[in-house]
């Protein structure tokens, strides 16, 4: 798979190479969303030396969110895992940055081998990474998740935002005025579900290229595609959640929200599935849209 891909990368850095030689390095985000994608790549290179803890540790933020079950403090829990065997391969499929290039986001397919390069994959899924611009100028990473499925039968290709030469922006905006409408939205959205249900809620706030994540499923892209799935995933059923926090770029452009769900069923006043959620918001003209929906079950509790 990753030789499959590589040379779609290649094209990738060739189109951003001929971008930026056609406006000012200074003012076209080709070359930013380029280093994001090159630091996700090196993330990957580093699961393959030096193994999946030690990567992870090289290349989250210090207040970066994993998810262990719920969302905490990655580099705290990071550091009292050992290592353990195993290998997990990626590649980056889609990107996109903020106008002030300072967050990126990138999404792809993974695998993991019990062993070494040599064995079979045993397991198959998609990630998804916003990425933050660090004081030195290096990309550290904010928040990581992702989902699993079986074995995919065909190679995910690689993808450019169809704005990804764009012209940075140099406005301050209120990040702190913008996180705080995120949040409000998040609150409506999930009124608006409960009130109607996720698809037909979905439509007032979802980007037309938006992906879609969910367990055992391969992933969704298009507003098409995502509401017809959607619609068969969750139906009319209530699906509501509360968002823990959410961060924005300093151009007020893009920004990322994540916290808890919950699924009941029709007619029940008892949640039958919980989870954790990510969203990445793009502004879209003047109004914030979905361009990434990442929902995952929690582990049911044993019986007892």
Do not use: C
């Not at 003012?27 to 580093?46: G, I």
């Not at 990581?144 to 079986?150: H, M, P, V």
């Not at 959620?277 to 003047?286: L, N, P």
Request: glycine content about 8%.
């Amino acid at each position: 798979m990753m030789k499959k891909i590589a040379p779609l990368l290649i094209l990738f850095a060739l189109a951003v190479a001929g971008a930026a030689q056609k406006s000012s390095s200074s003012s076209s985000l080709a070359p930013d969303l380029q280093a994001v994608v090159e630091t996700e790549r090196a993330f990957a290179q580093t699961a393959m030396e030096k193994g999946i803890r030690d990567s992870f540790l090289a290349f989250i933020a210090d207040d970066g969110i994993l998810f262990r079950p719920t969302a905490t403090n990655g580099k705290q829990f990071l550091e009292k895992q050992k290592s353990r065997p195993g290998l997990l391969t990626w590649q980056p499929a889609f990107a996109d940055i903020s106008g002030a290039g300072d967050m990126g986001m990138t999404t792809g397919p993974w695998q993991f081998r019990e062993k070494g390069p040599e064995d079979k994959p045993v397991a198959y899924g998609t990630f998804m990474t916003v990425w933050r611009k660090q004081a030195d100028g290096t990309w550290k990473f904010a928040i990581d998740f992702g989902i699993s499925y079986d074995q995919p039968n065909e190679v995910a290709n690689w993808q450019l935002p169809a704005n990804f030469n764009r012209t940075r922006t140099s406005a301050k905006a209120d990040v702190s005025g913008e996180q705080a409408a995120l949040l409000d939205l998040e609150q409506k959205f999930s009124k608006a579900s409960a009130a109607n249900g996720f698809p037909k809620a979905f439509i007032n706030y979802a980007a037309d290229d938006v992906r879609i994540l969910r367990e055992g499923m391969l992933p969704i892209v298009g507003f098409k595609e995502a509401s017809a799935a959607l619609a068969l995933k969750t139906g009319t059923r209530p699906l509501t959640w509360q968002p823990i926090k959410a961060e924005v770029a300093g151009s007020g452009d893009m920004g990322f929200t994540y916290g808890g769900y919950e699924l009941k069923g029709n007619g029940a006043s008892e949640a039958v599935e919980r989870g954790n959620y990510v969203r990445v918001w793009k502004k879209i003209g003047s109004k914030w849209r979905v361009i990434m929906d990442v929902m995952v079950e929690l582990p049911k509790p044993a019986a007892s």
